[in-house]
Structures are given as structure tokens and as C-alpha cells.
């Protein structure tokens, strides 16, 4: 698509310095803009990059504006508008009615009259899938799924059965909902695997990153509230919570029976013990340990910053005697 700046002026909600007609057909970083381009400035890293640009508008702050030698659009946060103005200029493609006839459907489905179903889809019995829906090659949706409106699933993904799915929600290629939970019990040295009697049960406009994991419940249901974001390799355990507009950075791990509030940020390759519960608008910065409840907002961090491994050694050594030194410390003042 294409548009006027005054157009995606109005659209990000941002202010206009320069030519309200002329007409943006493109989005691109201030580095690699041409003419025609639209780029943005979120990061003053970048902003030795603006005063070479080719792009024939930026999105930037007031304050960056005045380094900006082109059309500027600016706004209090350039990179929400960036991100509305990327939507409306390229937005998802839509599919039409159509059923493949490589797709194997079950009986007893009731599927919506205008769903897309792409070739190697393989549904189940009872699946219900609401209007609007786009089913991609290889999904596998197995029996008594239900799937809501406007939901798109991405090749590969698997929905285990009884799983359901609200409206608006996108799961990105490879992701699989309701797998079996790690639910077992030692006998004398074995391993006696426990069925997961719950499902998985996912709310509106909730989108899943490629090869994410969420294991269904071991009696009542895993469950991700509406507009929770999830990036990739993920994995979710069994009768975890997540609440309403939770962020999840990649290659997090969560174990089972975690409740984790809303509007969180979780960072990426976090790990979270199982059965303790995080409240609402916590941040965790990425790398960092949660073994225990966190009570209070804020933000929470114990990854160990990279340093020169010379320094890493030497401070590791130290830390292994952290004890002895104490002890003689406290020694010394008794």
C-alpha cells in the first residue's frame, strides 16, 4: 500500500513537519531508506545515521526533529507510531474461502463457511472453527478443538485435543498447544507417567512465536488471558497462568503451576520456578532466575553481566570463598 504523510500523520498520531501529500511507498531503516521510504528513530544509537538518510520522511521525538533534513513525523513515542504505520501499510494478507483438497477434515466439524484450509491440514472430529479463519499447511488440529474468530494458524502447528482458542489470535509455524504436561510419580526408582486431564484454553487476540510449547493441564487447564504475547521457543508447563498483557521475551522456560500476572515483561531465557506466582506490571530482565513468589511491581533482574574472561575467573574464584570470608569476618567481630 501506499499513502500521504498527512494520512499516516493522522494514523500515528503524530505531527507533521513538511509536505502533507507527498506519498510514502515504502518502510525502511534511516541506514538503507530511499526515496519514497519512510524510516523512524527510537534509538539515539542510531542517530548518526539521520543526517545521511535517503528516506523521505522519519518518525522521531521534537527534540531529534531539529537534525532531521526531510519530512518528519513526530511523536512522543516514534516507535508506536512506527508500528501503527507499518500495520496500515502492510497489513495481513487476506485469504479467500477455500478448502484444499489434500485437507483431511473428521466428522461432526462445524467450520465456518469463509475459513481458509491449506493443503496437508489434517482435522479431527468435533472441531468447531469459527469465521474468518486462516488454517495453514501441516496444522494438525485434533479432536473437540474449538478455534474462534479471525484466528490464523501458521504451518505446522499442532492443537492438541480439547484445546480452545479465542478470536484474533495468531500462532506462528511449529507451535503446539496442549501437549502432555511433565507430570509423573517416582516408583521405587521408576517413572510412573500421570495423564494431563486439563486442556490448554487461550483468549482473544493472543499471538505464539514459532516452536512454542504449552502443555495442557494435569486437571484443570493451562491458561494464557487475552492479549498475551509469546515469542519463540518458549516452553509453558502444565496449569501455568498467564494474565492479560503479559509480554514473553524468546527461549523463556516456565514450569508448572506458575501464575504470572498481567501487563508482566518476562526477558528472554528467564526461567520460572514452578508453583510460585508473580503479581501484576513485573519486569524481569532477560537471563534471570525467579525461584521465588514476587509480591510487589517493579523491576527484577539476577542474570550475571558478561565481563572479560579474565575478570569472570577472578571474580568466580572469589565468589567460591565468599563463605570462608564471611565466616572469618564475622569471626573476627565477636
Avoid at 13 to 37: P, V
Avoid at 101 to 108: H, Q, V
Avoid at 207 to 215: S, V
Avoid at 251 to 259: D, E, L, Q, R
Amino acid at each position: 500500500m501506499s499513502a500521504t504523510l498527512g494520512e499516516l500523520a493522522k494514523i500515528a498520531n503524530a505531527s507533521l513537519r513538511g509536505d502533507s501529500q507527498f506519498k510514502i511507498t515504502g518502510l525502511n531503516t534511516l541506514k538503507k531508506a530511499k526515496s519514497g521510504d519512510i524510516a523512524f528513530l527510537s534509538n539515539r544509537h542510531y542517530i548518526h545515521y539521520l543526517d545521511e538518510t535517503n528516506a523521505s520522511a522519519v518518525i522521531l521525538t521534537e527534540d531529534d526533529s531539529r537534525l532531521c533534513k526531510t519530512n518528519a513525523l513526530i511523536s512522543d513515542n516514534p516507535y508506536l507510531s512506527y508500528a501503527k504505520i507499518a500495520n496500515y501499510l502492510f497489513p495481513p494478507k487476506k485469504y479467500l474461502p477455500y478448502i484444499d483438497k489434500l485437507a483431511s477434515i473428521g466428522e461432526d466439524c462445524e467450520l465456518a463457511k469463509d475459513i481458509h484450509i491449506a493443503a496437508g491440514a489434517v482435522i479431527g472430529n468435533r472441531v468447531t472453527i469459527d469465521v474468518s479463519c486462516y488454517i495453514g499447511s501441516g496444522v494438525i488440529i485434533s479432536d473437540d478443538v474449538s478455534i474462534g474468530k479471525n484466528t490464523r494458524l501458521l504451518s505446522g502447528n499442532t492443537l492438541c485435543h480439547h484445546v480452545k482458542i479465542g478470536d484474533n489470535v495468531i500462532l506462528h509455524p511449529g507451535a503446539v498447544i496442549g501437549s502432555e504436561g511433565f507430570g509423573m510419580a517416582e516408583d521405587k526408582g521408576k517413572w510412573l507417567t500421570i495423564p494431563q486431564l486439563g486442556s490448554v484454553v487461550i483468549g482473544n487476540n493472543v499471538e505464539i512465536g514459532a516452536n512454542t510449547t504449552i502443555d495442557r493441564g494435569a486437571i484443570d487447564d493451562t491458561i494464557i488471558e487475552d492479549g498475551v504475547r509469546i515469542d519463540n521457543q518458549v516452553q509453558i508447563g502444565h496449569n501455568v497462568i498467564i494474565g492479560e498483557g503479559t509480554a514473553i521475551a524468546g527461549c523463556v522456560a516456565i514450569a508448572g503451576s506458575a501464575k504470572i500476572g498481567k501487563r508482566c515483561r518476562i526477558g528472554g531465557l528467564s526461567a520460572i520456578s514452578g508453583h510460585i506466582e508473580i503479581c501484576d506490571d513485573v519486569m524481569v530482565t532477560g537471563m534471570s532466575g525467579v525461584p521465588n513468589t514476587i509480591n510487589e511491581p517493579g523491576v527484577y533482574s539476577s542474570g550475571v553481566p558478561i565481563t572479560n574472561n579474565r575478570t569472570w575467573r577472578r571474580n568466580m574464584a572469589r565468589l567460591r570463598n565468599l563463605d570462608e570470608i564471611i565466616r572469618k569476618i564475622l569471626k573476627k567481630l565477636d
